[in-house]
């Protein structure tokens, strides 16, 4: 009897690792282009993207750049003081986009230029990224929010 509970203990253990072994590489095969990591600038200047890679870019949209195109399609540069990069995106802007303002946006690389399909705006006059501060942190251009009086 010992040898059959033994038997049935250790069929359900194997069982329960196959299981949890299989939903972790499902887990892990359905996040591999879900997964989008920040660079700021700079970081794009010193390690360029793989061609074809999907991340997060944030800065501070560059006083005088932006340009309105053709139907909903708008350009830009974001720099986080260090470097500038051109962005191109076509969609509606939110409301409170605007030069020296920060902001995210998530799309690759093309010729040299990052195609947003996702532009992220301050929501306050007081908000900014917590990845955009850090990289303007870096570059030593961040001035905190002044106080309302």
């Known amino acids: 009897m010992k040898s059959l509970k033994k038997k049935r203990r250790i069929q359900v253990l194997v069982v ?4 949890l072994l299989i939903s972790t590489a499902m887990i892990g095969y359905a996040m591999r ?5 920040f660079r700021a600038p700079s970081q794009l ?7 074809g890679e999907t ?3 944030g800065g501070l949209v560059e006083t ?15 720099t986080d003081g260090g470097a500038s990069v051109p962005v191109r995106f076509t ?11 920060g902001m995210i946006g998530t799309g690759k690389m093309e010729d040299g230029t990052f195609v947003a399909s996702e532009i ?13 501060i850090e990289a303007l942190k870096e570059q030593g ?3 905190p929010p002044k106080p309302n009086s």
Do not use: C, W
Request: proline share 8%.
């Open 16 to 19: 329960a690792a196959l299981a």
């Open 33 to 37: 282009d879900g997964i989008n990591f």
């Open 45 to 51: 200047a010193e390690n360029p993207p793989k061609p």
């Open 55 to 57: 991340f997060r870019l």
């Open 64 to 78: 005088g750049t932006l340009t309105r195109g053709q139907g909903e399609t708008v350009t830009f540069s974001v």
């Open 91 to 101: 969609g509606v802007l939110p409301d409170l986009f605007k030069e020296g303002q």
């Open 120 to 132: 992220l705006a301050k929501h306050d006059e007081n908000y900014m990224p917590k990845e955009v």
């Open 141 to 143: 251009v961040y001035e």
